[in-house]
């Protein structure tokens, strides 16, 4: 559909492109929920904007006690895992927001597609302003993290509580979940760890040969750069 021919259902004014409420009237503009990623697509969308699934059933969504960090409205929860987790989900602008143990059994129950090519040309792009949000829970500030280390996402992190999405976002990360992403940077962290002990380990016997010249040979008191290489690796 034409993003310019999209019309609020309520006083018929234009619609953006992605766009959760009307900047006319501030009503929520209605959509179908994906039951893969979550995604909101247009009401007469067959296929989810974000993912290319299917549309079905869709997860019903109630009223959340949590608000949003970007709007302060109200949130409302939807079940997103088999044992009935909760996300949190802004209808104003599209924000979600996931505790750390819900987005860890999303990631276990991802299936793993090396040939994802998602459609995902109508998900809103990411913006390019650095925004620091508070946490829903506690309100402190969040850190900004890049998902997965390298998937290019930015999203909002509570070390304590959860990881916040902004719009579009979390169908891009379970995308990157699902190409193994979350275990390629795995992979590539312990590959830079197992090189640096390699390279501590070399510093380490170098400052031992230095040691070992530097001493007089008399029993005497070891040279100061003898010392320092002691105190620094042993």
Sequence with gaps: MDAEALRCSYCGGALAEGARACSY??????????????????????????????????????LDQLSCPACARPFVAVPCTGDGRLLHECEACGGQFLEHATLQVMVAERP???????????????????RYRPCPVCRAMMNRKNFGDHSGIIVDVCKPHGVWFDAGEL??????????GLETAARE??????DELRRAREVHAAFEAATMSADDGFGGPPSLRAMLARMLFR
């Design 25 to 62: 009237c501030h009503s929520v503009v209605q959509a179908r929920r994906c039951a893969s990623c979550l995604h909101l697509s247009q009401p007469d969308a067959h296929n989810c904007a974000a993912c290319g699934a299917e549309l079905g059933l869709e997860p019903v969504a109630e």
């Design 112 to 130: 793993r597609r090396p040939d994802l090519t998602g459609a995902q040309g109508s998900v809103p792009p990411a913006s390019t302003a650095v």
């Design 189 to 194: 962290e312990h590959e830079r760890q197992r």
């Design 171 to 180: 169908p891009r990360a379970l995308a990157f979940i699902e190409i193994g």
